[in-house]
C-alpha cells in the first residue's frame, strides 16, 4: 500500500513538473517561434500555449516599436564642413521568424547600420542642405534602412536628426552671415522709403504747382505748428514766387497801358 501511494505521488510530480515545463505564456505584445528538435515549426499567438519539454523550444519576440537612439556621428558634409550629429529611429518586428532565424542580434544589427547609413547620407549633402532639408534626409535615411531591415522581419516606422553640433568657427562665420542679410534687407527697406518718399514729395509739388492756393495753405500750416512755443520767435519768409508773379504782372499791366497811351496820340 506504502508502494503505491509513493508511485502515485512520485506520478503527480512527474506530472505537476511536465506541465510546469509544457505551459508557455505568450503577452498580447509578443510572437512565440516554436522550435522542435531545432527546426521552426509554427509562430505562436499570444495567449495560453503547451509545448513538449525538452524537445520543444519557444523564443519570444516583442513585436512592439523600439525606441533606438543613434549615437553622435562625426561627418564631413559635401562642402569639407566637419559636424557632429545624432539622431533617433523607431523600428519594430513585423515577422517574428525572420527576425529569430535571419540575423543573431537583430537590434544591434539595426544600430550598427544606422550609424553606417547616417554618415553616407549626410556625407552626400551640403552644410546648407543639412540644416535645412532634414525631411528629405530623414526620408533617404528610412528608405535605406528599409531596403535591409525588411530581409530581417524588421520595419523603420521613423529616422528624425535629432542634434546636429557645429564647429565654433562655422558658428561665427553663419552668425556674420546672418549679420551681414540682416543689413542687407535693412539697407533694401529704406531705400524703399526713400523712393516711395520721393515719390510721395513729387506728387505734392505738382499739386502746389497746379494749386498755388495748397502751398499759401501749408505755409500757414507750419505757422501754427511753429506758433505753439510762445518764446520762440519765428521770421518766416513770405511767397516768393507769387509776389514775383504779383510784381511781373504789375508791371506788364503799366507796359500795357503806356503803349496804349502812345498809340492813341497820333491818331487824335
Known amino acids: 500500500m506504502k508502494v503505491l501511494v509513493m508511485v502515485l ?3 503527480a510530480i512527474v506530472a505537476i513538473v511536465v506541465a510546469a515545463l509544457s505551459i508557455r505564456v505568450v503577452f498580447q505584445y509578443q ?15 499570444p495567449g495560453l500555449n503547451f509545448i513538449i519539454p525538452i524537445i520543444d523550444g519557444l523564443k519570444k519576440v ?11 556621428q562625426g561627418i564631413i558634409t559635401r562642402d569639407n564642413v566637419s559636424v557632429d550629429i545624432s ?6 518586428v513585423v515577422d517574428a521568424q525572420k527576425s529569430v532565424v535571419a540575423i543573431e542580434n537583430v537590434y544591434a544589427a539595426i544600430d550598427q547600420i544606422a550609424q553606417t547609413t547616417l554618415r553616407k547620407v549626410v556625407g ?20 535605406i534602412l528599409d531596403t535591409t531591415t525588411l530581409e530581417w522581419g524588421v520595419e523603420v516606422t521613423l ?28 539697407k533694401i527697406i529704406a531705400a524703399e522709403g526713400e523712393a516711395l518718399a520721393a515719390a510721395a514729395l513729387g506728387d505734392a509739388s505738382d499739386t502746389m504747382m497746379a494749386h498755388p492756393l495748397a502751398l499759401q495753405l501749408r505755409n500757414l500750416q507750419t505757422l501754427v505748428e511753429l506758433g505753439v512755443d510762445k518764446n520762440t520767435t ?16 504789375f508791371f506788364a499791366r503799366e507796359t500795357a497801358a503806356a503803349s496804349a497811351g502812345i ?4 491818331a487824335a
Open 87 to 92: 539622431a533617433v529611429a523607431y523600428f519594430r
Open 124 to 143: 552626400q549633402h551640403t552644410l546648407d542642405q543639412a540644416l535645412a532639408e532634414t525631411d528629405a534626409i530623414n526620408a533617404d535615411i528610412r528608405k
Open 62 to 72: 516583442s513585436m512592439r516599436i523600439v525606441t533606438m537612439p543613434i549615437q553622435s
Open 263 to 266: 498809340g492813341a496820340g497820333p
Open 234 to 249: 519765428v521770421v518766416f519768409p513770405a511767397p516768393l514766387m507769387s509776389a514775383i508773379a504779383d510784381i511781373g504782372g
Open 159 to 186: 529616422v528624425e536628426l535629432k542634434d546636429i553640433q557645429l564647429p565654433d568657427t562655422m558658428k561665427r562665420a553663419m552668425a556674420r552671415q546672418a549679420e551681414a542679410e540682416r543689413e542687407k534687407r535693412a
Open 9 to 11: 505521488l512520485l506520478a
Open 31 to 45: 510572437r512565440g517561434v516554436l522550435f522542435r528538435l531545432g527546426r521552426v515549426v509554427a509562430v505562436r499567438e
